[in-house]
């Protein structure tokens, strides 16, 4: 990965609908030069998708939040099987410490977080933090620093 492919990559992550043209213009490059770049890092596995950011309020979840979950070992498959089921869990990490699962999740009101947590629950223990608001949001990961 060079120079080129960093500043690609930071190009995409800015805005993932930029054009071949827009790219090749700050690259330098033909506009099939970027494309066959592009297709490159997309079988190398760098780049994993284009995606579209919506705001959930807007959408109507208005209640974000991140729960732990504590999941045995033995549990953990079907745990993963039951999490990528449920739209309203945005991400699930398996993290170290007290607690083994860390999810981000979506609701429309406080009541179907509760369900829900009681849904989780016959996985493991919970803990729960609600989001007032979130002052740095989404972002890319830094191909500066590669």
């Known amino acids: 990965m060079d120079e080129i492919d960093r500043?690609?990559?930071?190009l995409l992550q800015d805005n993932a609908r930029v054009s071949l043209?827009?790219?090749a213009e700050n690259t330098f490059l033909?506009?099939?030069a970027v494309s066959a770049r592009i297709e490159r890092l997309e079988k190398e596995g760098i780049i994993t998708g284009y995606h579209a950011s919506v705001d959930p309020v807007k959408l109507?979840?208005?209640i974000l939040a991140y729960i732990n979950l504590e999941v045995i070992p033995e549990d953990k498959e079907q745990f993963y099987a039951y999490a990528r089921e449920v739209p309203h869990i945005l991400e699930c990490s398996c993290v170290t410490g007290g607690f083994s699962m860390l999810l981000k999740v979506a609701f429309k009101s406080t009541m179907e977080?509760?369900?829900f947590i009681g849904q989780l629950q016959k996985?493991?223990?919970?803990?729960t933090q609600i989001v007032f608001s979130t002052h740095v949001g989404p972002r890319g990961v830094d191909v500066?620093?590669?």
């Open 113 to 115: 977080l509760d369900m």
């Open 21 to 23: 043209k827009t790219i």
């Open 7 to 10: 500043k690609i990559l930071k």
């Open 30 to 32: 033909s506009s099939p």
């Open 144 to 146: 500066d620093e590669i």
């Open 123 to 127: 996985f493991g223990r919970t803990s």
């Open 60 to 62: 109507g979840y208005h």
